[in-house]
């Protein structure tokens, strides 16, 4: 399952998944550059992480932020191997109405999980080795209950896109999956929700409890590992069995 020797790049490692992500990745032996459009936060983070890795302020929906970034990668570490495109942005439910925020959940989720794929996956596929991870959500695979317009629309959009990818790389060594989260316990997630929510959420999730990032973060490890080489195009749900109905 060792990663040594392997360049690995977080998007949105400030947050609690990329973050634990990066953490496991650094665990299995691999140089880790941690992207976020947070940069004080990130480095706040960063300094508590053991193992070879690097902060790089990069903001994914701009491609030539995305570019800078990994030519500085490459520069430091060396060519990308790993790719986990956790960077994301939510309206919560009913929310996301209005324009501005239409354009921000795509740019962070949509715009940046393409920006980053399409720079590492030729070179990933030059080499015959390469392993993607994109985050989704729990409309990944159809409509979920409570998903704002414009995070349903990220969720299905992503799932395609990485199928997309998978198909075209398969037959080069490289691998292209999504992960589709919901109600993993965090900031951004969980924490945000009001008594009432909270209660109408765990009401929904046939496991009555909510994820943990480790847990999150356990998916990625399998996912980028050498021992998940026939495994591409898949989305992999961690909802406690919420999908079920």
Same mark, same amino acid.
Request: one cysteine or more; glycine letters at 12%.
């Given at each position: ?10 998007? @949105? /490692?400030?947050?609690?998944?990329? +973050?634990?992500?990066? *953490? !496991?990745? %650094?665990? #299995?032996? =691999? ?75 795509? @740019? /962070?989720?949509?715009?940046?999980? +393409?920006?980053?794929? *399409? !720079?590492? %996956?030729? #070179?990933? =596929? ?76 765990? /009401? ?42």
């Amino acid at each position: 399952m060792s990663l040594a020797g392997k360049v690995a790049v977080v998007t @949105g /490692a400030a947050g609690a998944l990329g +973050l634990a992500a990066a *953490r !496991v990745l %650094l665990e #299995e032996g =691999a140089r880790v550059a941690l992207a976020d459009l947070d940069a004080l936060r990130l480095d706040g983070v960063t300094r508590f992480l053991r193992g070879e890795r690097m902060p790089i302020g990069c903001d994914v929906s701009d491609p030539q932020s995305v570019r800078a970034a990994l030519d500085k990668v490459r520069g430091e570490f060396g060519p990308v191997d790993v790719l986990v495109n956790a960077a994301g942005a939510t309206a919560g439910p009913g929310g996301g109405k209005d324009d501005s925020t239409w354009r921000r959940i795509l @740019g /962070a989720r949509l715009d940046g999980a +393409l920006h980053c794929s *399409r !720079v590492v %996956l030729p #070179e990933m =596929a030059s080499r015959g080795w390469g392993r993607v991870v994109i985050v989704g959500g729990p409309a990944s695979q159809g409509p979920a209950r409570d998903r704002s317009a414009p995070d349903a629309a990220a969720d299905g959009a992503l799932a395609a896109l990485a199928a997309s990818l998978a198909r075209e790389y398969a037959g080069r060594g490289v691998t292209v999956n999504t992960i589709a989260p919901a109600f993993i316990r965090s900031p951004a997630d969980t924490d945000a929700l009001s008594e009432a929510q909270r209660r109408q959420a765990l /009401a929904a999730i046939p496991a009555a409890r909510f994820g943990e990032p480790e847990e999150f973060a356990h998916a990625v490890r399998f996912l980028v590992s050498p021992l998940a080489g026939f495994m591409t195009g898949e989305v992999l749900r961690l909802d406690g069995g919420m999908h079920l109905g």
